[in-house]
């Protein structure tokens, strides 16, 4: 009996051991990719900040037209473009942010 309490004593010290190896290369693999996303993370904001600034161009322009026009519709361009550019540019502000890169 005192050879059996031993053996499964063994045998949990063992199972508990290799969860615990298991539970180690997992947060190494979260660890890797959690600082390979940081490297997109600077690049693709930057991107979301062009994109945000060719978006306010093109949308000044057509505000400008249309102003010239005569337009009576000129605060509805307005909002329309510049939210999306507000947009843009606070998204990537909040992704750099989540990612501790400011």
Known sequence: MNKMKRLWATLTV???GSA???AQSGVTGINTATSTL????????NIALVIGGI????GAIRVYSKWNSGDQDIN??????GG???FLVV?????KAFFGLN
Do not use: H, N, Q, R
């Open 20 to 22: 615990s190896a298991f």
């Open 76 to 81: 509805k361009e307005i909002m329309g473009w």
């Open 91 to 95: 998204s990537a502000l909040i992704v």
């Open 55 to 58: 978006i306010g161009i093109v």
């Open 38 to 45: 940081k490297t997109y993370v600077d690049p693709a904001s």
């Open 84 to 86: 999306s550019c507000v």
């Open 14 to 16: 063992l199972a508990l």
